[in-house]
């Protein structure tokens, strides 16, 4: 038996194992050609992903549909090159509501372009919202990530990790569009001294002047319950999850220190990307180091669900019809941006079911 075979055969084996582990909960919908960025699911049953912008995906969101990736909404907007007047540019960030409205966070990253949140009614495919996020509300280093849609209150609440001490959440009336920048340089926002290693690798950057250096990225995980009453969130790189009461966030009144106040520590947390949250309080989140899928329950424990050599960097979890929980793998520790340059990064990405412990809110 050849090298070659003998790495087959164990990378079988272990797959083997992983299926018929008790603790896998979680099973393999599709392979993926290209790198997904985060997952959302409509309440009538459409699978929506964006494609990571590290990878330079040909479309920047698309459908998952018939064993195919469809550019979402259409084609000359989701097309990297596309000169429609409404381009998106470079979306992670992507939830649903209620209303078939399928919102996107556009960071603008590729092209220098100014940050916007786009909503995009699927039932009538045509556009719903456009509200664009200039500074000083998305700063010159914004990176604005990953967000938490409240229909009780009609507004979204954005994770800006930007360039790390000025971290900060960005609150989003979606009526009118006004946009305010709080809680920034806050320690629930900041990234803490602890660096991501994956299976014995350290995630690193290459600086344009050549040096390799280990990234600390602050607020990016964050979620709502479905009460409309707890945001929940932290520093992806940080071993603590937080959370505030939508009621003070909206709340205008607020002083910078007041509203400082009204943060609590909420659990320990593994160093983790995209979250969510089911109707019991169960809270879902890759926990990257350990290949892992966690999750932190109502009694603010955490405890993993799932853990194989597959879950490479779980990205995103959304919730989908008939309580399906979906969750994506897009290996980034090994794309060039965080490998030091050297993209070892390669398909097949996935496209997950987890399953979950409740049922969940669709789109997120």
Request: charged fraction near 20%.
């Amino acid at each position: 038996m050849n090298r070659l075979t003998l790495s087959c055969a164990v990378l079988l084996i272990a797959a083997f194992k992983a299926s018929a582990d008790s603790r896998a909960n979680f099973d393999v919908l599709a392979n993926l050609d290209t790198g997904p960025g985060n997952v959302t699911a409509t309440a009538n049953g459409r699978i929506i992903m964006s494609q990571h912008q590290f990878y330079q995906p040909q479309y920047t969101v698309v459908e998952y549909k018939d064993q195919a990736l469809l550019p979402f909404p259409n084609k000359e907007m989701s097309a990297a090159d596309s000169t429609a007047p409404i381009k998106l540019d470079s979306v992670l960030g992507i939830r649903s509501d209620a209303n078939g409205i399928v919102w996107m966070l556009d960071n603008g990253m590729r092209s220098g372009v100014t940050p916007k949140l786009v909503g995009w009614n699927s039932k009538t495919n045509k556009l719903q919202r456009l509200i664009f996020l200039p500074a000083p509300i998305a700063p010159k280093d914004a990176f604005v990530n990953d967000f938490a849609l409240d229909a009780q209150h009609n507004h979204a609440f954005i994770s800006d990790p930007a360039g790390g001490a000025n971290a900060a959440l960005i609150v989003v009336n979606l009526a009118t569009g006004a946009a305010r920048r709080v809680l920034e340089g806050h320690r629930s926002v900041l990234p803490e001294n602890v660096d991501l290693v994956i299976d014995n690798v350290p995630i690193q950057v290459k600086t344009p002047s050549g040096e390799l250096v280990k990234p600390h990225i602050g607020i990016n995980p964050i979620t709502e319950d479905l009460a409309n009453e707890w945001v929940y969130f932290g520093p992806m790189h940080g071993l603590s999850l937080y959370r505030i009461k939508a009621a003070d966030l909206i709340n205008e009144s607020l002083t910078p220190q007041e509203l400082a106040r009204k943060v609590e520590r909420y659990s320990d947390k593994p160093i983790s990307d995209g979250i969510s949250i089911d109707e019991n309080n169960n809270i879902y989140l890759g926990d990257l180091a350990n290949n892992a899928i966690g999750v932190i329950a109502p009694n603010r424990q955490y405890r993993q669900l799932a853990q194989c050599p597959r879950l490479s960097w779980v990205d995103s979890f959304s919730f989908g019809s008939n309580g399906q929980l979906y969750a994506v793998v897009n290996r980034l520790h090994r794309s060039a941006t965080l490998n030091g340059g050297d993209n070892q990064s390669k398909p097949p990405y996935f496209l997950l079911k987890v399953k979950a412990l409740a049922a969940g809110l669709p789109g997120r």
